[in-house]
Nanobody
Framework: QVQLVESGGGLVQAGGSLRLSCAASGSSFPIAAMGWYRQAPGKQRELVAR???????TYADSVKGRFTISRDNAKNTVYLQMNSLKPEDTAVYSC?????????WGQGTQVTVSS
């Protein structure tokens, strides 16, 4: 069973930065894609950024140029560097990893951006 531990959320003023981390453990197989999703109150969960095992990245249009996703395969950890944060980035951010086509989710970390 894969366990995910997230860290790095918090409260920040608009224009500020935060870095989220998600460490995966318990997998006997290589981790394929890793990503971050977010869900704001009253809205559906949406993809923020995703990175494949080969390093190919995908970003939501709303975060392109501001957020950067990266991964450390030796540590089974995925990062999300968030710069120029906006109040509309406020949400619960959840880590997702895929192992053998099965999805695993972290518990979520709150990111709040004040105006």
């Amino acid at each position: 069973q894969v366990q995910l531990v997230e860290s790095g959320g918090g409260l920040v003023q608009a224009g500020g930065s935060l870095r989220l981390s998600c460490a995966a453990s318990g997998s006997s197989f290589p981790i394929a894609a890793m990503g971050w999703y977010r869900q704001a109150p009253g809205k559906q969960r949406e993809l923020v950024a995703r990175i494949t095992g080969s390093g190919a990245t995908t970003y939501a249009d709303s975060v392109k140029g501001r957020f950067t996703i990266s991964r450390d395969n030796a540590k089974n950890t995925v990062y999300l560097q968030m710069n120029s944060l906006k109040p509309e980035d406020t949400a619960v951010y959840s880590c997702n990893v895929q192992v053998l086509l099965k999805n695993y989710w972290g518990q979520g970390t709150q990111v709040t951006v004040s105006s």
